[in-house]
C-alpha cells in the first residue's frame, strides 16, 4: 500500500521506502536534529551560567530548572486547541526565531555586565513557552509528513535526534563553557534555532485535514463550489462530522474533548503516569547533576559535559532498536520489557562518586538511555496510531501537560533538597524517583497484549 502526502510536497511514502529520501521529511528531521543539539548545550549552559558565572545557590538553580518547565503548567492544555486550529509550520518557524533572540539576550547582557538571575529566569520562562507550541506542532505535523506507515519509522528519526543531541550537545555545551565562559556558549543554542526556522520555512507539505476550526475548511467548501465537482463540500462537510462538538465550541471543549480522549484510554493513562513521575524526577535531576558532578565530585566543566554524552549513546542504539522491537514485539510488550529495563538499569546511577566510582555514570546512564528511548518510541507510536488526525494537537497538548506539567515541583524539590540537606541527598533522591518511574506500566494489567 502507498500512501501519498499531498502533491503540494512532491513526496511518496511507502512502506519499504526509507523516509531520508523524502525531502520535506529531511527538512522537517534536520531541523529537529539542529534546534536539539543547541539545547543540550543549553542544557549544560544556562544551569553552569548561573552557578559559576552567577554564583546561585542550589535553591536558586532549582528555580531556574522550575521557571523553564512552567510553561507546561501554564498553556500545556490551551496549546493544544490553538496548534489545531493553526497551520503548523508557521507555529514551529516563529517559536524558533523567538527562542533565538531569547537566549541571545544572555551573552548580550554578560558582555555588557548586566546579567543577573532575574533576566534567566525570564529567559527560561519565555524559551519554555515557546518550546510548549513547538513541541505539540512538531509532534502533531508528523503523520501528515510521513503517512501512517511511517510513523514507528518517524518516531524512531526523532528518538535518534534525540539520543544524537544528549550524545554531542552536552559535550559540545561543555567545552564551550570552558572555552569561551558559560554565557557565551548559549550563542550556539540561539544559532540552532535560527538554522531550524530557515529548514522549516522550506518544509511544502500540506498538513491535509483534522485542524479544528482552521481557516482552510471553510476555503476548501468554497472552492468546491466554485469549481462545480462538490469535492470541497464533501470533505468540510466530513471533517464537520468527524469533529463534532469541539469543532462548534468553543477553546474550553475542545480542550476538555483532548482531557476525555486521553483520560478514556486505559494505556494512555499509565503512560501519562510514567511521563509525570519521570518529568519530576527529571526537574530534580536537571537541577541537582551539575552542582553534584562539578561542585561535590569536582568534575570540570567539559568533563562534565563529556559525562552527558557519553552516557547518551545508549540512547542512539535505542533509537535503532525501538522501532524493530515495535515490529517484532508489538507497542505493549516493547513498553513493558522496556519500562522493565529502565527500573533495573537506573539504580546504579546513585553510586557515582569520585575516582573509579565515576564510570558507573555514564554505563548507568547509556544503558537507561536505552531502554527509555525504546519506551519513548513505543508509546509514541501507539498513541498516534490510535488518535483521530483532528486531536493530533490536543492529544500531544494534553500528554505534555500531564507528563511535563509536574516537572517545576521537581526543580522546586530538588533546590529544597539540595538547600536543607545537601546537594548529595537531592542527587540520590532524584535517581531514586526516577527507578520507581515506570512502575505504572509494570504493574498495568494486560499492558503486554496491547497491539
Known sequence: MIVRVPASSGVTTTASRSLWRARDFRRYAGADAISKVGSQVSLVALPLTAAITLHASPFQVGLLTAAEMLAFLLV????GAWVDRMPRRPVLVAADVVR???LLSIPAAAVAGALGLPQMYAVALLTGLCTVFFDVAHQSYLPAIV???GLARGHGVLAANVSVAELSG???????VQALTAPMAVVADALSYAVSALLLVRVRTDEGRGRAGSPGEGRGTEQGERQGTGQGERQGEGRAEEQGEAARGGLRSEIAEGLRFVLGQPVLRRVAMVGALTM?????WSATVPL?????????????????SAGAAGGVFGAWLGPRAVARMGTGRAMYASALAATLFIPPLAFTGGGARLLIFPAALAASGVATTVFSVAQGTYRQSICPPHLLGRLSATMR???WGPTP?????AGTLGQLAGVRVAFWTACGAYALAHLPILLAPGIRRVG
Open 76 to 79: 500545556g492544555l490551551p496549546a
Open 100 to 102: 533565538a533572540a531569547a
Open 147 to 149: 503517512g501512517p506507515r
Open 170 to 176: 552536552p559535550a559540545i555545551g561543555g567545552w564551550l
Open 280 to 284: 519530576t524526577s527529571f526537574g530534580l
Open 292 to 308: 553534584y558532578l562539578v561542585r561535590e565530585v569536582g568534575v570540570s566543566p567539559g568533563a562534565y559535559g563529556t559525562l552527558l
Open 401 to 403: 501537560f500531564l507528563m
Open 409 to 413: 515541583l521537581g526543580g522546586l524539590l
